[in-house]
């Protein structure tokens, strides 16, 4: 089926929610690829994602799929469809394995947003590198990794953010300097043990 282009995901929504099987299709065409990588960054579980990703197309299929424009972004709703159906699937599954320190205050202290020179996620050219940093964020509080995930990776605003974890703005930018912090953190510990890894060089968000 062909896909309908120039047409925003708003309107192909509701078309889709009339019985228009080309807006859906259109819809999942555009968004599976990036609910799957969320999902996967998220869990590590290529399953898990899978399964995610199908339950997030089954569940706008439905007639009264709870979307609401005035309330939010699409991308957000699609998002916190997701979130919903991995943490199930985590605590069902007991993926909250303990990655570090989870109980730290969201509030940042000055010393922490000050103190680290930038955020630890530039584009970096060597494949270990980028292995070294996917696996610092895998390693992460599952609080302070959806951040990342969410702003950093799939490029989600803090409005867009706080909308699909359901906290205020101001606690997703407290989460993301801690997140930055631990992550720069662990870099350095790394750059320590293994020489060829100091050529990193972190980039700050501009959100």
């Not at 708003?10 to 555009?30: H, I, K, N, T, W």
């Amino acid at each position: 089926m062909v896909e309908i282009a120039g047409e925003g995901d708003l309107r192909l929504f509701q078309r889709s929610q009339s019985g228009d099987e080309a807006a859906f299709v259109s819809l999942y065409r555009r968004w599976q690829g990036a609910i799957y990588r969320y999902s996967l960054r998220i869990t590590g579980s290529v399953s898990i994602a899978e399964d995610v990703t199908q339950e997030v197309f089954l569940a706008l299929m439905a007639r009264d799929s709870g979307f609401d424009a005035a309330r939010g972004s699409f991308s957000a709703y699609l998002y916190g469809i997701a979130r919903n159906h991995i943490l199930r699937r985590m605590t069902r599954e007991r993926l909250y394995a303990p990655m570090g320190d989870d109980s730290a205050e969201d509030q940042p202290t000055a010393v922490e947003v000050r103190d680290y020179p930038s955020d630890p996620l530039e584009a970096l050219t060597r494949q270990e590198k980028v292995d070294l940093l996917q696996g610092a964020v895998a390693a992460l509080p599952l609080r302070y990794r959806e951040v990342v995930v969410l702003c950093e990776l799939q490029e989600l605003n803090y409005a867009q953010a706080a909308q699909v974890i359901g906290c205020p703005e101001g606690t997703i930018r407290s989460r993301l300097h801690r997140a930055r912090a631990l992550l720069l953190k662990k870099l350095q510990e790394t750059a320590a043990e293994a020489p060829w890894t100091a050529g990193i060089e972190p980039a700050r968000c501009v959100r």
